[in-house]
T-cell receptor, first 112, second 114 residues
């Protein structure tokens, strides 16, 4: 079965600094999904990457997909307190498969 | 606004009790899911339903069953709760096709089994 490893597991960043979270798959990626979870709540969909080399941005969050490396990165520019939470990547075993596997998440703390 | 509602945010049950976790979505989505989330293990899929009365096992279905009698409602049933089922349970829904993978999650139900 597919496994998604996220690094780092936790991150403490000063407000205004940039940061990067990585997600590496044990198998070929057929689409990669990024979610954010506020502590003790459900997940919120951020963005979906489907093609190798694809890059998407949402506000100050940019995600890229490197199919060859079976990896995706999520980059936050000029971090703000509102960015704090747990970021999770998810992927399906093949195209159009709804049953996603998720990484264990990266806990992001923003300090003023 | 899209909404997935889980009936209980917090539950405390005793070992051996039958537990029902209810989930309702108002988006007319075909797909519905139950995940559990545990520290260090992340989210693991318990069951998936792609239509009324249709279901598929996920990665960890043992000890659980599901019911989907209506499109908008997906219930997770713990026939005889055990302490190792203490967890955060997350329900989600999605559309099939091009938006596959864009799941809408409820706020979660935190279950403690004593």
């Amino acid at each position: 079965s597919q496994e998604l490893e996220q690094s780092p597991q936790s991150l403490i960043v000063q407000e205004g600094k940039n940061l990067t979270i990585n997600c590496t798959s044990s198998k070929t990626l057929y689409g990669l999904y990024w979610y954010k979870q506020k502590y003790g709540e459900g997940l919120i969909f951020l963005m979906m990457l489907q093609k190798g080399g694809e890059e998407k941005s949402h506000e100050k969050i940019t995600a890229k997909l490197d199919e060859k490396k079976q990896q995706s990165s999520l980059h936050i520019t000029a971090s703000q307190p509102s960015h704090a939470g747990i970021y999770l990547c998810g992927a399906g075993p093949n195209f159009g498969n709804e049953k996603l596997t998720f990484g264990t998440g990266t806990r992001l703390t923003i300090i003023p | 606004d899209v909404k997935v509602t889980q009936s209980s945010r917090y539950l405390v049950k005793r070992t051996g009790e039958k537990v029902f976790l209810e989930c309702v979505q108002d988006m007319d989505h075909e797909n519905m899911f139950w995940y559990r989330q545990d520290p260090g293990l992340g989210l693991r899929l318990i069951y998936f339903s792609y239509d009324v009365k249709m279901k598929e096992k996920g990665d960890i279905p043992e000890g659980y069953s599901v019911s989907r009698e209506k499109k908008e409602r997906f219930s997770l049933i713990l026939e005889s709760a055990s302490t190792n089922q203490t967890s955060m349970y997350l329900c989600a829904s999605s559309l099939p096709g091009v938006r596959t993978g864009e799941l809408f999650f409820g706020e979660g139900s935190r279950l403690t089994v004593l």
